[in-house]
């Protein structure tokens, strides 16, 4: 490996080190003194002034020689500059420090985390405007062979009281309230087992960084489960220790904005009977976004969401 100093880059070194200049114009005087005043003084304080500019100069160049050592070449840097690159946004950074010079770029790889993909989901669908929720109302609404049925929700986030309406198993009409917070009896358990499963068809993007004992597989580029296409695929795997109905998997297939496109839902992680099901009818709240309409392979299933309403703090 070879190196060599031409003089445009002399003289770019000498514009960006005044020290160097200032020694320079000096050695020229005492040059001048040399050949026309004939003085030793003047040969002495030459010889010195030229030796203190040579190893100035080596020492400059060496310095950045080891700057900017890489891919098995040397370049010589006339100016060294240190820029912050922009570090703002929700994936990962690369060139979060660029060192410039007059031909190339450096860029050094960011020490942030990259964003994970269940967090770049929930951030797709605005999980962050939700924490401004005070409460919001719901109707869950499913048709499946022709029979339907429905149930209207009431939830306030915060303080985790929720107020149901539905009908019981001779199909009279009933009402419940009750704070998640509290001991529940077996009929209050059932029905928030119900309340679960609803609020996951309605925001299941968010429980995505709200929930622990999950596991998330990165599957790559998959075929959708319905119809053509294919799309990122996230697994979702809940601890077979939690929940009401531990161990269920979720198998998510994306957009190319990091939505849910489509999903196949495995009941307690079993491929025995896989349930997919489509995420269409994008709504926005506020901020954030909910998914209000869900179908089946073949449409005999439908599942949607009606008279959605949300408060905001104020």
């Known amino acids: 490996m070879s190196t060599y100093l031409n003089f445009q880059k002399f003289f770019d070194m000498m514009h960006s080190n005044l020290f160097l200049s ?17 003085k030793s003084l003047a040969k002495i304080g030459l ?20 700057i900017n050592r890489f891919n ?9 500059s ?4 922009n570090t703002t946004g929700t994936k990962s950074i690369f060139a979060a420090s660029t060192f410039r010079t007059n031909k190339s770029e450096i860029f050094t790889k960011s020490d942030k985390k990259m964003t994970s993909l269940n967090e770049e989901i929930a951030q797709a669908y605005g999980v962050s405007a939700f924490s401004k929720v005070e409460k919001m109302d719901y109707t869950f609404n499913v048709e ?51 309340f679960i499963n609803d609020n996951y068809w309605l925001l299941f993007p968010f429980h995505l960084v709200w929930d622990t004992n999950v596991k998330f597989t990165d599957e790559g580029i998959k075929k959708y489960p319905i119809g053509k296409g294919e799309g990122q695929c996230l697994s979702v795997k809940y601890s077979d220790k ?13 957009n190319k904005n990091n939505m849910i ?19 269409e009818g994008n709504k926005s709240y506020g901020g954030f976004t909910i998914s209000t309409l869900h179908y089946g392979p073949d ?13 905001f703090k104020k």
């Open 144 to 194: 499946f062979n022709g029979k339907k049925f429905s149930r209207k929700w009431e939830w306030n986030p915060k303080t985790k009281e929720i107020t149901y309406w539905g009908k019981d198993k001779n199909g009279k009409n009933e009402t419940l309230t009750y704070n998640r917070n509290d001991k529940m009896d077996a009929k209050t358990k059932k029905i928030d087992a119900a």
């Open 82 to 85: 240190f820029v912050k690159a």
């Open 242 to 254: 939690v929940g009401y109905t531990p161990g269920d998997q979720f198998n998510l297939f994306l």
């Open 72 to 80: 098995n070449s040397i370049a010589f840097l006339p100016s060294l």
């Open 22 to 38: 200032l020694l320079f114009l000096l050695a020229l005087v005492l040059l001048f003194s040399l050949f026309y005043l004939k």
């Open 299 to 311: 449409k005999k299933f439908k599942l949607w969401f009606s008279d959605i309403k949300v408060d």
């Open 261 to 279: 496109h489509q999903w196949i839902y495995l009941h307690g992680g079993s491929k025995k009977n896989p349930r997919p099901a489509t995420w």
């Open 47 to 66: 010889l010195f002034i030229l030796s203190i500019l040579a190893l100035s100069i080596f020492l400059v160049s060496e310095h950045n020689l080891k």
